[in-house]
């Protein structure tokens, strides 16, 4: 099992979770959904967009209608 | 000064309202051709077309040289649990920082842990946004820092938090 999930790496996805529009997400074609989830969990867009079938291009106009952040953690020293 | 662009960050860029900024720092940027592929939208197509036509930005024209190098980075992030997998288009990206000693501009994760956990990739700059946009504010291109990751998370969706991670 990969284990490179960290504390960041949590922190992000629970960013994405809070921030995503979910009956966006919900409403979408079966594909679109899983690849929006992907995204959720991963933040990986080009892994999302193969997923969906689409082009990163496409997907990043859907990820952003599902409100769906891009998550960049500045370290606070 | 060179960058390498992944397929991730430059369609983020090509969003962003201060996307003329990338221009101001680098003398060009490498892309590997796989990127284009990626581009649909009208918006994005004028902004590659533009920096193409212009000649800002290069198809990397030695990718034929970068295979073994690939490989090799594909093996580390699909063999090392602590790395996220890598795909193609950002090993590429990074290769070519790597064999060009320039610049990585992405945000993958497992481009970040490569650098972070190997030696071997440790000397190669990556960027993410928040690095680049740092990097305009100290050389005086933008003059409010927390206005402008503002304005470029309204424009690409991106949110920067700050955390203490111990």
Redesign the interface.
């Known amino acids: 099992m990969r284990g490179y999930s960290r504390s960041e790496d949590e922190f992000e996805r629970e960013i994405r979770r809070r921030y995503a529009d979910w009956e966006f997400i919900e409403k979408q074609p079966a594909k679109i959904k899983a690849a929006l989830k992907l995204f959720v969990e991963t933040g990986d867009s080009y892994k999302a967009a193969k997923l969906a079938g689409l082009t990163v291009d496409e997907f990043e106009e859907i990820r952003i209608k599902a409100r769906i952040p891009k998550v960049i953690v500045r370290e606070d020293v | 000064m060179i960058a390498s662009i992944d397929?991730?960050f430059l369609?983020?860029w090509s969003?962003y309202r201060g996307r003329r900024l990338l221009e101001e720092i680098f003398d060009y940027v490498f892309v590997a051709e796989e990127v284009l592929?990626?581009?649909?939208?009208e918006k994005?197509v004028e902004y590659i077309s533009d920096l193409l036509a212009k000649g800002f930005l290069v198809i990397y024209p030695f990718k034929s040289e970068l295979l073994p190098l690939v490989r090799r980075i594909l093996e580390v992030s699909i063999s090392d649990?602590?790395?996220?997998v890598l795909?193609p288009?950002?090993a590429y990206a990074f290769a070519i920082a790597y064999r060009e000693d320039c610049v990585c501009l992405t945000?993958?994760?497992g481009v970040l842990?490569l650098v972070e956990y190997y030696d071997e990739f440790r000397e190669v700059k990556v960027w993410?946004?928040?690095e680049l946009i740092e990097y305009l504010y100290r050389k005086g291109l933008i003059r409010d820092l927390e206005g402008e990751l503002k304005k470029y998370?309204e424009d690409?969706?991106?949110?920067?938090?700050?955390?203490?991670?111990g």
């Open positions: 397929t991730c369609i983020d969003r592929g990626e581009v649909k939208t994005t649990p602590r790395i996220p795909d288009p950002e945000e993958n994760k842990r993410r946004s928040l998370s690409t969706r991106h949110v920067f938090p700050k955390k203490r991670f």
